[in-house]
């Protein structure tokens, strides 16, 4: 029986890209040796003094409340809860469109089974210490001028590799989800190999 190993996802709730990857990864999880974990990093950290558009700015305001209650559920609950949570904040965010703010988080708290008052660490600097040691971890090894999804799986080699993406849509089932979990990590795991990428044609198809 061959061992199954531990795929380290980190994702930002705000990001459809990171959703859909993450649908696609729990789908993997079912047909190759593989357990996945989810951590969070922080598109609000990640463009912290960056020049950007008013609306952007605007969003990476609200960005903050979401990976504070992630990163406050995780310290309390652990990294199975923390997934779980990611779960019932994505599918109120971009399956339901919800508003971000402290509605939507309490109504993810309690979607499993949480303490809707956890909410209130979306207010507050506490976490945000932890916070930022979480998205470096994920961020050192691919670097800052990309964002999330971040992918740290062991290679072909059994060698940690680390990488941005990928960006897909919508996300595959079954078996074509193992098949590109193969090849995502054949290009990944090969020394030098940096970008494949195309123009994207279609927004995010959240089937």
């Given at each position: 029986m061959t061992e199954r190993v531990a795929v380290d996802m980190w994702f930002d709730?705000?990001?459809p890209?990171?959703?859909?990857?993450s649908r696609w990864l729990l789908e993997v999880e079912q047909v190759r040796d593989v357990d996945i974990r989810f951590h969070v990093m922080s598109l609000s950290v990640l463009n912290e003094g960056r020049d950007l558009?008013?609306?952007?700015?605007d969003l990476m305001k609200k960005g903050w409340g979401p990976v504070r209650v992630?990163?406050?559920?995780e310290q309390a609950h652990g990294g199975e809860v923390l997934g779980k949570l990611y779960t019932a904040m994505g599918t109120r965010i971009h399956l339901g469109k919800e508003e971000l703010g402290r509605e939507m988080?309490?109504?993810?708290?309690?979607?499993?089974?949480?303490?809707?008052a956890l909410a209130d660490a979306a207010e507050?600097?506490?976490?945000?210490?932890?916070?930022r040691a979480s998205h470096e971890a994920g961020m050192r090894p691919v670097g800052t001028d990309v964002g999330t999804p971040v992918i740290h799986a062991p290679g072909p080699d059994g060698r940690q590799v680390a990488f941005f993406g990928p960006?897909?849509?919508?996300?595959?089932?079954?078996?074509?989800?193992?098949?590109?979990?193969?090849?995502?990590?054949?290009?990944a795991g090969t020394p030098g190999?940096?970008?494949?990428?195309?123009?994207?044609?279609?927004?995010?198809?959240f089937d």
């Amino acid at each position: 029986m061959t061992e199954r190993v531990a795929v380290d996802m980190w994702f930002d709730p705000l990001c459809p890209w990171a959703w859909i990857t993450s649908r696609w990864l729990l789908e993997v999880e079912q047909v190759r040796d593989v357990d996945i974990r989810f951590h969070v990093m922080s598109l609000s950290v990640l463009n912290e003094g960056r020049d950007l558009p008013e609306q952007y700015q605007d969003l990476m305001k609200k960005g903050w409340g979401p990976v504070r209650v992630c990163i406050a559920v995780e310290q309390a609950h652990g990294g199975e809860v923390l997934g779980k949570l990611y779960t019932a904040m994505g599918t109120r965010i971009h399956l339901g469109k919800e508003e971000l703010g402290r509605e939507m988080l309490a109504g993810a708290l309690t979607d499993v089974g949480l303490d809707p008052a956890l909410a209130d660490a979306a207010e507050s600097t506490e976490y945000d210490e932890a916070l930022r040691a979480s998205h470096e971890a994920g961020m050192r090894p691919v670097g800052t001028d990309v964002g999330t999804p971040v992918i740290h799986a062991p290679g072909p080699d059994g060698r940690q590799v680390a990488f941005f993406g990928p960006v897909i849509t919508p996300a595959p089932k079954g078996e074509a989800a193992g098949r590109l979990w193969d090849g995502v990590l054949l290009v990944a795991g090969t020394p030098g190999f940096y970008e494949l990428k195309r123009t994207r044609e279609v927004g995010p198809v959240f089937d």
